[in-house]
């Protein structure tokens, strides 16, 4: 079966076509500046990417328009809708109402906009892609990845926020964790290259890359991760603070004359090694500048080090043990100079870095620790639209 999933942001799309049965993408891309004015890209496999600007108006448009690229004579990679099965839709907040994926129904709808004060950016925007879907392929079944649902397996005593209870009880204020369905499915994946059931195994999965988190994994359920109620808290990250004494948001408001949408704009968006090195987020950026001598960029790579470090000795004590950490994401994969700082400073735990396969290894999976470390660190390149296409298909057939 062909699996459209598709991540749809506020502007932006992002879409792959899988075929469930061999798990290759026949077709990715994505549409940007959508209601602004409009761009699709789209890749077929094998073939050369093309950028076209396109008049999108709405998201309903923009999935049009995707469609039009997937059943193209010349390129594209499908004859009609009817080669898709079922569309799988990443939707990013599921609060407390869901604990797995699911197959969308009025009533799931209905769910996810109750969810929405919980993620107003996000929410309502991967609504809006799953309703042009349902507009445009009325007969094609819908499933729903919820980037928290693997989370919900966390304990109260992970999840509790030491503030009044009836927080919780009126809002459900609480820790809710991101980056679900990668760290479900690079745990899943850690599990096969140790080569050990994942119900034996405690490991550590680190997400690093523009947005950044940790969760531990016990005998395959997440037991805690490191972003909250929403994706701010936990690790630095490109731009995002992660977390912070909430009394410098007060204090930072009175000196820069902020309200607290601009002290949130800041936390999000100019924090992290961003606003830490004041030259980039992107780590390749921060890596030149260190090498440059400029000492705020080294510093900024330290700080995120640091941080990862201190929450993988968190998650050892909160599992009482590790088996494997799995390194995955944009600098996970492939910044050996982060992975470096990180893995060394874990002798403690018996961990030794291999450093020659850890400098050459680069998006693939590979064992960077040595062969008597006591515990095995893997690189595990993710891939969130498989896992989603996966779901896709097990609710759906
Ligand atoms: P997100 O999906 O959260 O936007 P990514 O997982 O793509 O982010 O990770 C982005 C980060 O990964 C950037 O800081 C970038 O520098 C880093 N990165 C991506 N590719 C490489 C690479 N080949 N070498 C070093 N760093 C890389």
């Known amino acids: ?58 998201h309903k448009q923009a999935i049009q328009f995707v469609i039009d690229a997937l059943t193209n004579e010349k390129t594209g990679v499908i004859a009609s809708l009817d080669e898709i099965g079922a569309v ?8 407390e109402k869901f604990a797995c994926s699911t197959r969308i129904t009025d009533e799931v709808i209905r769910a996810v906009e109750e969810c929405s004060d919980l993620a107003p950016l996000h929410n309502p925007a991967n609504l809006i892609g799953v309703r042009a879907c349902q507009e445009l392929m009325p ?49 899943k994946r850690t599990a096969e290259l140790v080569g050990k059931p994942i119900e034996d195994l405690k490991i550590i999965v680190c997400h690093l890359g523009n947005g950044a988190s940790i969760c531990a994994v016990d005998g395959g359920k997440s037991v805690d991760t490191s972003m909250g109620l929403s994706p701010l808290e936990g690790l630095i990250m490109g731009t995002r603070s992660g977390d912070i004494d909430p009394s410098a948001m007060e204090f930072l408001c009175k000196k820069e004359n902020l309200d607290i949408t601009g002290i949130l704009e800041v936390l999000n968006k100019k924090s992290g090694v961003q606003g830490l090195s004041g030259v980039s987020s992107d780590f390749r950026d921060l890596q030149a500048g260190s090498d440059e001598g400029n000492e705020r960029c080294t510093m900024a790579v330290d700080v995120f080090c640091y941080r990862v470090l201190k929450y993988i000795g968190a998650y050892v004590a909160a599992m009482n043990g590790v088996d494997a950490i799995a390194f995955t994401a944009g600098l996970g994969e492939n910044d050996s100079v982060v992975r470096r700082k990180i893995v060394s400073r874990l002798g403690y735990l018996g961990i030794a870095l291999d450093d020659a396969v850890n400098d050459s290894t680069r998006g693939k999976e590979a064992v960077i620790s040595t062969a008597d470390s006591k515990v095995p660190v893997w690189v595990v390149p993710t891939n969130e639209e498989l896992a989603i296409a996966r779901e896709t298909v097990a609710l759906v057939k």
């Open 139 to 187: 007969n094609t079944p819908q499933a729903g990845v919820f980037d928290t649902a693997f989370h919900q397996t966390m304990p109260t005593e992970a999840y509790m926020y030491g503030i009044p209870y009836e927080y919780y009880e009126k809002y459900r204020v609480r820790k809710y964790g991101f980056h679900g369905t990668s760290h479900s499915f690079v745990s």
């Open 88 to 95: 799988g839709h990443r939707l990013v907040h599921g609060g």
């Open 1 to 58: 079966m062909n699996v459209l999933v598709i991540n749809c942001g506020s502007s932006s799309l992002k879409y792959q076509v899988i075929d469930s049965e061999t798990e290759q993408v026949l077709a990715k891309g994505l549409c940007e500046r959508i209601g602004i004015d409009g761009r699709l890209v789209y890749t077929p496999a094998g073939g050369e990417k093309e950028v076209s600007d396109l008049d999108m108006p709405t």
